[in-house]
T-cell receptor, first 117, second 112 residues
Framework: DTEVTQTPKHLVMGMTNKKSLKCEQHMGHRAMYWYKQKAKKPPELMFVYSYEKLSINESVPSRFSPECPNSSLLNLHLHALQPEDSALYLC????????????????FGAGTRLSVL | GQNIDQPTEMTATEGAIVQINCTYQTSGFNGLFWYQQHAGEAPTFLSYNVLDGLEEKGRFSSFLSRSKGYSYLLLKELQMKDSASYLCAVFNEDTGGFKTIFGAGTRLFVKA
């Protein structure tokens, strides 16, 4: 099973709303990632969680707030977003192995397509 | 700095072979991924090269030369469903954890 599940698939929100994106995996992966992807652009890394702790924040605005309640779940809380935040938000997970190893393959969820009005 | 270059677009004919090149200059290197992404869908893992040489997997092969900062993805017996974006990505350990840096992607159009 290499499945990463993201909900919801689509989300429309106003600039004053608060919403959350959810991501779940049961592959025993201890690294989980949030990416943002605009049309015809590659995924841009936002956050990395390693062993349920935030290890990388790529200077993401505070209106995006990640949370990792346990090793299987990853949330992204959204508040006061701007229209330019409209994008596909992808969650991914991988093993955490030091050095070079094929087990660090990242598996992606299907994404949440977010529209901010 | 971090830089990953790949051609923006390529066109090939059904049944043919196509090679998508990727060059990279990154501050660290633990491996190189190739992903396929159809429009509006999530990236799907294709291959992961850690050591120099060729990795073959059915119709797809990927090559890596670490000394040259170069990789390619080879697609054989092209099918219409292979029309997609192909993303080259470098995986490395950075301060704080693991990071994957994606190239801009190569959009492949397969024509009949």
């Amino acid at each position: 099973d290499t499945e990463v599940t993201q909900t919801p698939k689509h989300l429309v929100m106003g600039m004053t709303n608060k919403k959350s994106l959810k991501c779940e995996q049961h592959m025993g992966h201890r690294a989980m990632y949030w990416y943002k992807q605009k049309a015809k652009k590659p995924p841009e890394l936002m956050f990395v969680y390693s062993y349920e702790k935030l290890s990388i924040n790529e200077s993401v605005p505070s209106r995006f707030s990640p949370e990792c309640p346990n090793s299987s779940l990853l949330n992204l809380h959204l508040h006061a977003l701007q229209p330019e935040d409209s994008a596909l938000y992808l969650c991914a997970s991988s093993h955490l192995i030091q050095g070079t190893t094929a087990k660090n393959i990242q598996y992606f969820g299907a994404g949440t397509r977010l529209s901010v009005l | 700095g971090q830089n990953i270059d790949q051609p923006t677009e390529m066109t090939a004919t059904e049944g043919a072979i196509v090679q998508i090149n990727c060059t990279y200059q990154t501050s660290g290197f633990n491996g190189l991924f190739w992903y396929q992404q159809h429009a509006g869908e999530a990236p799907t893992f294709l291959s992961y090269n850690v050591l120099d040489g060729l990795e073959e997997k059915g119709r797809f092969s990927s090559f890596l030369s670490r000394s040259k900062g170069y990789s390619y993805l080879l697609l054989k017996e092209l099918q219409m469903k292979d029309s997609a974006s192909y993303l080259c990505a470098v995986f490395n350990e950075d301060t704080g954890g693991f990071k994957t840096i994606f190239g801009a992607g190569t959009r492949l159009f397969v024509k009949a």
